[in-house]
Each structure stands twice: as C-alpha cells, then as structure tokens.
C-alpha cells in the first residue's frame, strides 16, 4: 500500500494508534485533532482544528489541495457525553461532532475523489448504533446516524471507484471507554490492525471483536421490549393530568371562596 492518508482525530485512542501503525508502514499521514499529536516522524503532517469549527470546511478544503489526494480519510474524531445532571446541555455537541463532522468530511472529499474515480472513506461507528442506551442519548444515536449514513452512502457510490467503510467497535480500551463493566475490550493496536485490514479490503460495514457483536446482538433483543411498550406511568405525569379539585364530579368544598 502507498499514498497519503487523512486521519481525522489523531491526537489520541485509535486514530494515535493507528497513524503510528501507517507511518511505520511507509505511508504518509496527514492528521487533524485539536491538541498536537504525541508524534514525531518525518512523514506526518499534524494539523490543529475542530472539526465542528464553522471553517472546517474551508480548512479541509484546502488541506486537501495542499496535502492531497488522499488515498483514504479515516474519520477517528468522536465524544461521548458527561455522565452529570446537566448531561442534555452537551448532546448537540456529540451528534455534531460524532455525525455530523463525518459527513460534512465527506462531502469535502467527494467531488476530487469521484473525479479521480478512487479514494476511500473509512469512519469509526460504534456496536453501540444498534442499542437504545439510557445513560448515552447523544451517543448511540449519533452513532445509528452514522451508519445509516455510511452504509446508504457506500451503496450510493458503488461503482465510482470510491467505497466507504463503516467500522463498529466494541469496546476499545481508550479514555472514551469508561463503563464500569468492558466485555471482550480490545486494545489500540489491535483496533489499528483492524483498521489496516479495512484499508486492503474495503467491506462497506465490518464489526469487531466478532464477540461483542453477538452480545449486542443479545441485548439488543433483550431489551427492545422495554422501548416497546414502554408508558408514562409516572406520579409526575399523573399529578399533571389530576384535573383541579370540584371539576371531575367529587365533591365541592361549600365553604371555600
Ligand atoms: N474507545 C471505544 O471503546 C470505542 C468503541 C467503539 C467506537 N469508538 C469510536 O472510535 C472513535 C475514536 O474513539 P477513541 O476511543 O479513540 O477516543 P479518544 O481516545 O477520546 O480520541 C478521540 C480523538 O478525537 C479527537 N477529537 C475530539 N474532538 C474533536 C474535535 N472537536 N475536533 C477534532 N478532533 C477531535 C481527539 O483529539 P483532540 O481532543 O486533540 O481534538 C482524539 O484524537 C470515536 O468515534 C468513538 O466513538 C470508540
């Protein structure tokens, strides 16, 4: 393999592991994170930015003039959201960040690759796209949003010469992954190879450890049930809908007003 990659969401967890990977490879990364990368080689670019900055698009653009083409983008870049009692203030910010800068990369990338007749997008989703998960509102459907995407989009360009490949983690053993209880969790290098592997054989969707799949599998049917038939049955709601004292036929107080 030969060329320059785009490893968006290098600074740190998968993207780290993975640039060092293609570096001592032979390939040339170029790599966009908002903190500098831990990464010294003579064959990285690293370029500081955030991706849900209103220039992204303008940055990416001419990254893409001055550093490309692109053999591939590898969009690494990805939150979950605090676990406090204001955790809906920061939802925006994961599905903008998780989903949406992976489609606004995209759209940048497209039209030199569909032209060239060759490129390849590869971002990381999560097994989690497929879990309704209480505690992660933002993150899971960020993540279904970006499979969905993904994988319609890869449909979409079959045939140009460009592929696009959804990658679905279980856990991997970064800072993002703090559940108490990680089952089957792999660790970056591991997630790196994986990515490699993506690289030679573009399958549109490919989910790993194999294991963590079928678990997700198994509670996803476990608990589809709870969202089914899932009712307000709260005192709250109850107390909210109790119509005022006298008008529901029980009797009046004669000797109020
Ligand atoms: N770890 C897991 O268990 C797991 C499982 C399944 C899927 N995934 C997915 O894999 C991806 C990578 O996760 P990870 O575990 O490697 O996370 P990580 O260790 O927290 O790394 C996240 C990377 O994204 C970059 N980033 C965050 N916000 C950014 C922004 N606004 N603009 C540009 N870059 C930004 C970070 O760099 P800066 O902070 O320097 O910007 C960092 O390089 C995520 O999409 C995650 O959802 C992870």
């Known amino acids: 393999m030969d060329g320059s990659l785009l490893v968006i969401g290098n600074s740190d967890g998968i993207g780290l592991a993975f640039s060092r990977l293609a570096l001592a490879r032979g390939l040339r990364v170029v790599g966009l994170s908002r903190s500098p990368a831990p990464l010294a080689h003579e064959n990285l670019v690293q370029i500081r930015t955030d991706v849900t900055a209103s220039d992204y698009r303008d940055l990416l653009t001419r990254v893409q003039a001055e550093q490309g083409p692109f053999r591939a983008a590898i969009y690494c870049a990805g939150i979950g959201n605090e676990d ?9 910010r994961v599905i903008e ?31 989690a796209d497929a879990l309704t998960v209480r505690d992660a509102p933002s993150y ?64 549109l969707r490919l989910s790993h450890p194999k294991r963590a799949l ?24 109850r107390n909210a809908e109790k119509p005022p004292e006298g008008q529901d036929g029980s009797p009046r107080d004669e000797t109020e007003g």
């Open 97 to 127: 960040l998780n989903f949406l800068g992976a489609v606004r990369s995209l759209e940048v990338l497209l039209p030199i690759w569909l032209e060239q007749g060759a490129g390849h997008f590869v971002a990381l989703s999560s097994l």
């Open 140 to 203: 899971c459907s960020s993540k279904a949003g970006l499979s969905r995407f993904l994988e319609a989009a890869g449909l979409r360009l079959a045939k140009s010469g460009v592929a696009v490949s959804n990658v679905r983690f279980g856990f991997v053993d970064t800072k993002m992954a703090r559940a108490p209880v990680r089952p089957f969790m792999i660790d970056t290098d591991e997630a790196a190879r994986v990515l490699w592997r993506v690289l030679e054989t573009r399958p």
């Open 214 to 237: 079928a678990m997700v599998t198994i509670i996803r049917w476990l608990t589809a049930p709870v969202v089914w038939f899932r009712r307000d049955r709260s005192r709250a709601r």
């Open 84 to 92: 406090d009692l204001t955790w809906w203030r920061g939802e925006g």
